[in-house]
């Protein structure tokens, strides 16, 4: 069966610190990835999907990056917080049908 | 740019009650229609809807779509504490497969 890994469940990084967090999906192949971001109580909003190794589209112009280095492994990525980064990022994959999510990152940026 | 809009953005019943939960779309090359529900941390995948008309069911909740008029339902009759969430629904393209969330419909149920 198909599980997907994202961590770490906390983080709390000073402002212009930078920000790495990955995500990897076991149990399929060449699954279509995505970085969502979720202010509180609210909807998610897409930063990155990638449907291959090194494919990114980014959504939203921002302080925030996306790499696809392995078929199932995806990675959000800052060289300098914001106070705004603030907030709950989901990652999730997909393969054509319903989308799966990770637990979850909950990330303050003081 | 792809658009979901989901009404109301919140809502308060009590239990018992029936709910019906509102989602728009403007999706580019549009694929299907996908529900959420988001408790905690991450959503749990509720439909799929890819025809026109035809209703999903589970238990409580039911979900149609109406691809003519660009939207989609998702009702729950009887509704207990249980069903206070967050209702995210999401419009996939069949082009790249991207997921365009709406901002959610935050549900509380009260006894």
């Known amino acids: 069966s198909q599980t997907i890994h994202q961590w770490p469940a906390t983080l709390v990084q000073p402002v212009g610190s930078p920000l790495s967090l990955e995500c990897t999906v076991e149990?399929?192949?060449?699954?279509?990835l995505y970085w969502y971001r979720q202010a509180a109580g609210r909807g998610l909003q897409l930063l990155f999907y990638?449907?291959?190794?090194?494919?990114i589209s980014s959504e939203v112009p921002q302080n925030l990056s996306a790499s696809r280095p392995q078929d199932r492994q995806f990675i959000l990525s800052s060289k300098k917080l914001l106070l705004s980064d603030s907030g709950f990022y989901l990652c999730a994959w997909s393969a054509n049908t319903e989308a799966f999510f990770g637990q979850g990152t909950r990330l303050t940026v003081v | 740019e792809d658009k979901v809009v989901q009404s109301p953005l919140s809502l308060v019943v009590h239990e018992g009650d029936t709910v019906t939960l509102n989602c728009s779309y403007e999706?580019?090359?549009?694929?299907?229609l996908l529900w959420y529900k988001q408790e905690k941390k991450a959503p749990t995948f509720l439909f799929m809807l890819?025809?026109?008309?035809i209703e999903k069911k589970s238990g409580r909740l039911s979900s149609i779509l109406d691809k003519k008029e660009l939207f989609s339902i998702l009702n729950i009759t009887a509704t207990q504490t249980g069903d206070s969430a967050i209702y995210l629904c999401?419009?996939?393209?069949?082009?790249?497969?991207?997921?365009?969330f709406g901002k959610g419909i935050t549900l509380s149920v009260r006894p």
């Open positions: 149990g399929t192949s060449n699954p279509n």
């Open positions: 990638s449907v291959g190794i090194g494919q």
């Open positions: 890819t025809s026109s008309g």
């Open positions: 999401a419009g996939r393209t069949g082009a790249n497969s991207k997921l365009t």
């Open positions: 999706v580019t090359n549009f694929r299907s």
